[in-house]
């Protein structure tokens, strides 16, 4: 069964739910204190929105399970203690229906309030994405960036921040983003940020020169089975080699109007 298929499925079972009850769409539990679970709970609602409003209706599987642990040796220990995990600032952990996001308590305070909203969409969007064949590190956590800062009202280039720099000094990617962890961007936004914002713009890129439908339709193309290099030209219509070249022109336009 494909993402789009599973996901279909889903929005039918989520339209015979009564959606007017909280706990039918999030579950936010844990050891934090009870004002941070209540702020959580309504961000987690703001990002069951955001990701159902790109993946379509019932494209989660309810309800989104948020657990916030009080402490980074509780959060170490519920997300398995992977290095690769520790600096995270959130984790999905588990798969399907027992699939949930560990919110690591460090960054309610290293991140803004539309940081800790993005985060959290980033997040449901991989649940969105449970049961989705593989597909390269820059895709799948380039469209988890994507849906979580697709309302922002912030300019690309003020999100990606010193992801950019090296395009401000005239030096461009020759190959999509390469991600050395899928823990996610490390909470001081630096380090692995760079590579992930990277594979943002790249999607955004692609949802900006063609359009969404576009880059969900590459997304399940590759999610489906086809390799990048085969789906790039079925979807849009150009080469790899062409599309890494107008993300190129793309990204040296984005700088230069700074």
């Known amino acids: 069964?494909?993402?789009a298929q599973r996901r279909a499925i889903l929005a039918m079972v989520a339209a015979l739910m009564l959606t007017g009850c909280q706990s039918q769409q999030v579950a936010v539990t844990g050891t934090a204190d009870r004002d941070r679970i209540e702020a959580y709970e309504a961000m987690s609602e703001t990002a069951l929105v955001e990701t159902e409003g790109l993946w379509g209706d019932g494209s989660v599987q309810l309800p989104v399970s948020v657990v916030l642990p009080a402490t980074p040796e509780e959060f170490e220990e519920l997300t398995g203690g992977a290095a690769s995990s520790r600096d995270a600032p959130a984790v999905t952990v588990g798969a399907m229906a027992k699939a949930h996001v560990v919110v690591h308590p460090d960054s309610w305070d290293l991140l803004t309030a539309e940081g800790r909203q993005a985060v959290l969409t980033h997040e449901v969007t991989h649940l969105s994405m449970q049961g989705d064949g593989p597909v390269p590190p820059w895709l799948g956590e380039g469209l988890a960036e994507y849906t979580a800062h697709r309302s922002s009202a912030l300019a690309p280039a003020t999100i990606a921040g010193s992801a950019l720099d090296r395009v401000r000094a005239g030096e461009l990617p020759t190959t999509w983003p390469t991600l050395a962890s899928q823990a996610g961007p490390v909470r001081s936004r630096t380090n692995t940020w760079g590579s992930y914002a990277m594979s943002w713009l790249a999607c955004l890129y692609v949802a900006d020169a063609w359009s969404e439908r576009d880059l969900l339709e590459l997304y399940e193309q590759v999610a489906g089975g086809t390799r990048v290099e085969d789906a790039i030209p079925a979807v849009l219509g150009v080469s790899?080699?062409?599309?890494?070249?107008?993300?190129?022109?793309?990204?040296?336009?984005?700088v230069a109007t700074e």
């Open 1 to 3: 069964m494909s993402g």
């Open 240 to 254: 790899e080699a062409e599309a890494i070249s107008g993300w190129q022109v793309w990204l040296r336009a984005m």
